[in-house]
């Protein structure tokens, strides 16, 4: 079974370009999730889609991210125009329903390194 | 305002010894902690969990401790191997959320 793929894996872009990064989360999975480590800090929540819906954005930093899960299935997001501070990277994760509360693995991808010159 | 430059916790520890790395929370209404495990240049990868209504899981080689008093967790290794260089994070649920809440990881570099 294919695990959670991430596109591109690498990216270097300029300040003030647009990057938009793809995520195909385990088939059959539902929930979606966006997360970001910067160099040496946690790795924060972005959001979580369930299947078509944004069901938690409260992590995006800005207006300057747009993520979007058209038919329930991959995910896009999008960083318009990139910022220095945008440099990271950007993980993507998937989980089935019905695990909320407890006992519910979430896998993760690669990532998507992203650096913004 | 936020700090720049930090560095990440760092356990070093010799081959086959045992390693035990520990994390804080402070949610009191998490009830599922898990501990990944992050390889240079892969993504988090799930070692083990544990329910709040447990104080100890066991799994191959490693062992998770959960201490809700005081709000710890930690993931001690047996005989550790060079294999096991990595940054290991803990994250948190709380109740009903579907979103762990990660913490800021700690290297573990391992010696032969």
């Known amino acids: 079974e294919a695990g959670v793929t991430q596109f591109p894996s690498h990216s270097v872009i300029e300040k003030g370009q647009t990057v938009t990064l793809r995520c195909d989360p385990i088939s059959g999975h539902d929930n979606l999730y966006w997360y970001r480590r910067v160099m040496g800090k946690e790795i924060k929540f972005l959001l979580h889609f369930v299947k078509e819906s944004k069901q938690d954005e409260s992590g995006m930093p800005n207006n300057r991210f747009l993520a979007e899960r058209t038919g329930g299935t991959y995910s896009t997001l999008k960083v318009q125009p990139a910022e220095l501070e945008d440099s990271g990277v950007y993980f993507c994760a998937s989980s089935p329903l019905g695990g909320g509360g407890g006992g519910n693995t979430i896998y993760f991808g690669e990532g998507s390194w992203l650096t913004v010159v | ?112």
């Open chain 2, 1 to 112: 305002g936020e700090s720049v430059g930090l560095h990440l916790p760092t356990l070093s520890v010799q081959e086959g010894d045992n390693s035990i790395i520990n994390c804080a929370y402070s949610n009191s209404a998490s009830d599922y902690f898990i501990w990944y495990k992050q390889e240079s240049g892969k993504g988090p990868q799930f070692i083990i969990d544990i329910r709040s209504n447990m104080d100890k899981r066991q799994g191959q080689r490693v062992t998770v401790l959960l201490n809700k008093t005081v709000k710890h967790l930690s993931l001690q290794i047996a005989a550790t191997q060079p294999g096991d260089s990595a940054v290991y994070f803990c994250a948190s649920r709380a109740g009903g959320s579907y979103i762990p809440t990660f913490g800021r990881g700690t290297s573990l570099i391992v010696h032969p």
